[in-house]
């Protein structure tokens, strides 16, 4: 058998269009394999980039919260404290007064300074920490508050009283004057107490 009877032969130029087809097929599936990866890698780094994103947020939102309820018990604790520096000054000063008052040597003008120059700045200032506390403070802290403003009322009232009386029974009013300002620095001690277990 010669080489003319194996069967048709394939001319040579079809030979090259088949080894140009099986070329380009390679180069295509080769470039549709990059293309795929790039994308592939584009998106793994979008996700990435997402993620990072969402966490870094979640963070500075934690941070924030942090910062602002740091911030806020700052501020409790600077109102408490206010309170209970003011309550120590009034306490002295308003002691003053029932000292003056009840002395049978002190001097009207010895009286009125106590009075007018030493107790009433100290009153004002009380309740100006009394309104900062109602403000800043917890619940809790603003209704026991606002229960220790009766007290407070009370004493006012009998020093002002005792001051403007023209007698006075001295044991009578030492008597009730040191009982209501007890139970006054006992009110204003439940609220600090209350606060250091709540702030502090």
Do not use: W
Not at 6 to 34: D, F, K, N, W
Not at 68 to 85: E, K
Not at 112 to 117: A, L
Not at 142 to 171: G, I, P, W, Y
Request: charged letters at 20%; glycine letters at 8%.
């Amino acid at each position: 058998m010669t080489t003319q009877d194996a069967g048709p032969r394939i001319p040579s130029y079809l030979y090259g269009m088949e080894e140009q087809e099986h070329a380009s097929g390679t180069v295509r599936s080769a470039r549709r394999g990059t293309t795929l990866a790039a994308l592939g890698g584009a998106l793994i780094g979008a996700l990435t980039g997402l993620a990072g994103s969402v966490l870094l947020y979640v963070q500075a939102d934690k941070t924030q919260r942090t910062t602002s309820q740091a911030r806020q018990a700052d501020v409790r604790r600077a109102a408490y404290a206010g309170l209970g520096t003011n309550f120590q000054t009034f306490k002295s000063e308003i002691q003053g007064v029932r000292n003056y008052v009840t002395a049978p040597v002190s001097t009207q003008e010895e009286r009125e300074h106590q009075y007018n120059d030493r107790y009433i700045p100290a009153y004002a200032k009380l309740t100006q920490a009394e309104v900062t506390v109602r403000l800043v403070g917890t619940d809790s802290g603003k209704q026991a508050m606002a229960r220790s403003v009766t007290l407070r009322e009370n004493l006012r009232d009998m020093v002002a009283a005792a001051f403007t009386a023209t007698t006075l029974d001295n044991l009578k009013f030492t008597k009730e004057f040191n009982v209501a300002l007890m139970k006054y620095e006992q009110a204003i001690n439940a609220i600090l107490d209350k606060a250091t277990e709540e702030v502090l």
